[in-house]
């Protein structure tokens, strides 16, 4: 990403069928639009599982021809998923990012500076859901966290864009 790019993030997220059957009506509405938009896929059952989230997230890379190139990941609950990938993949550029005002300070005032100059186009309606679901708490020493206001709104998508963009910085090199 240079000073003059413009860069467009594309969102692909899993939900349960179990959840999705939990939601009021007026946020089922929305959750049908992102579904419809193509970036929500719903999975089976009441945990997900992880073997099911990567050949579905393998299926869609392939049919959406993505290069990818690296990628960040939340170590919470993606062990099983990452192992595949270094397996089937290769182990280079794969960053683990811990969630935190440590890694998410810097990296959130990195993003809203690309978002201000209007360097980052968030063109989905389930991104720009989660953006609007977001507030960062800034502490006296000026560090950053990324919350949500309730339990209820989903922020998946930016928590899954910071992740990435962490392993796109340790990783520049791979798109020269």
Known sequence: MTNDSLESIFVYLRFLGYTLSKLPQSMRQKYDEFM????????????LDMMEVYDDHDAFIEQSRYDVRCFGYDP???????????RENGE???????????TESMTLGELKKLSEQR????????????MGNC???????GNRKLLKQ???????????????YVSYKV?????E
């Open 36 to 47: 419809r938009e193509g970036t929500l896929a719903v999975m089976e059952g009441t945990v």
């Open 76 to 86: 919470y609950n993606a062990k099983d998923f990452v192992e595949r990938w270094a």
């Open 92 to 102: 280079y550029g794969i960053e683990k990012v811990i969630q935190g005002a440590k």
């Open 119 to 130: 360097k980052l186009l968030f063109d989905e309606a389930l991104m720009q859901f989660a």
């Open 135 to 141: 507030i960062t708490l800034e502490d006296t020493n």
């Open 150 to 164: 309730r339990y209820d709104q989903k922020i998946d998508a930016v928590a899954a864009m910071m992740d990435a």
């Open 171 to 175: 990783n520049r090199d791979a798109f």
